[in-house]
């Protein structure tokens, strides 16, 4: 595997592959690589000639008071674990090479990074499509993969390739869980494990919600139940819990074919996210 810090370096070698016809298949991440992670790293090498993984933890999409200095990084376990799954590329820059002093050129999409996480964490988004944006010019994909646990933000990714006409394809690919059915996160490194034990209540509930859904329930009973039942765990701060348009994110008036639910809490302090699109027979 070919390890590259340098911006100009990675963008020459992404125009000479290009150059020679090779399809280029990438997945950004900020390291402390987990499932999720490989699972579109290997639908990235089973689709794709040459696949490039960046490893970088963007400081703008991290607010005051957030994780910044304590998000776990450990680039030699990483490298190793890339190594076995055959990455061509990892590409790893550094802060100051990403972010010079007089860095001034941001890329904001303005309407469904508005809500949810983005009133919860001001900037977040900004820092996601500024970076996401900064990397798909460094790297020239083809395609670039994201994972369905942290949908609103493959929302706005795809929202802000099609608006800005990025040639880059987007894929989604499904949350992936741990056998309890927590989804995987680098930021589950937080939790203690009595946290970890509690934190299983997240997906338990959305599951519930998902048969009350499908019992054909109203939605605002199906919500108040689920909030319910998260209220009743010590140490779990509901910050949000709703249901949603799978696309607009705009909260639902009527159970419709397809509905998401999109939670976000906190767990003895670890703030965790996580999503539930139920589809049903309409
Ligand atoms: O999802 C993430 O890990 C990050 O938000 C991303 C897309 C790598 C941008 O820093």
């Known amino acids: 595997m070919e390890v590259i810090g340098n911006l100009q370096l990675m963008q020459e070698r992404s125009l000479a592959l290009r150059k020679e016809g090779k399809i280029i298949g990438f997945v950004p991440t900020m390291g402390y690589l987990h499932e ?36 776990p990084r450990d680039l030699e376990r990483d490298r190793s674990i890339l190594e076995n799954e055959r990455v061509d590329i990892l590409f790893a820059p550094s802060d100051k090479d990403m972010y010079p002093p007089d860095f001034s050129t941001y890329v904001e999409e303005t309407k469904i990074s508005q809500r949810w996480e983005g009133e919860r964490r001001p900037g977040h988004f900004r820092g996601v499509t500024t970076i996401v944006a900064k990397l798909f010019n460094i790297v020239l994909p083809h395609r670039a993969y994201f994972g369905e646990k942290d949908w609103q933000q493959a929302k706005i990714i795809k929202r802000m390739v099609r ?13 992936v869980r741990e056998k309890d059915g927590l989804a995987c996160s680098s930021r589950n490194t937080y939790l203690s494990p009595q946290a970890r034990e ?7 509930t959305l599951k519930k919600g998902e048969e009350w859904l499908r019992k054909g329930w109203g939605h605002k009973e199906i919500l108040e139940k689920m909030k319910k039942e998260l209220e009743e765990i010590p140490g779990l701060e509901l910050e949000y819990l709703v249901l949603v348009d799978p696309d607009t994110l705009e909260p639902l008036q009527n159970i419709q074919k397809e509905n998401l639910f999109l939670i976000a809490c906190r767990v003895d302090g670890v703030r965790l996210i996580d ?8």
């Open 36 to 71: 999720g992670h490989l699972s579109l790293i290997r639908k990235a090498r089973e689709e794709t000639e040459v696949v490039v993984v960046s490893i970088y933890v963007n400081p703008t999409q991290f607010g005051p008071g957030e994780d910044f200095d304590r998000y």
């Open 163 to 175: 608006d800005l006409n990025f040639p880059v394809e987007i894929i989604v690919l499904p949350t």
């Open 198 to 204: 509690k934190a299983t209540s997240i997906y338990k």
């Open 275 to 282: 999503n539930l699109c139920v589809k049903l027979e309409k």
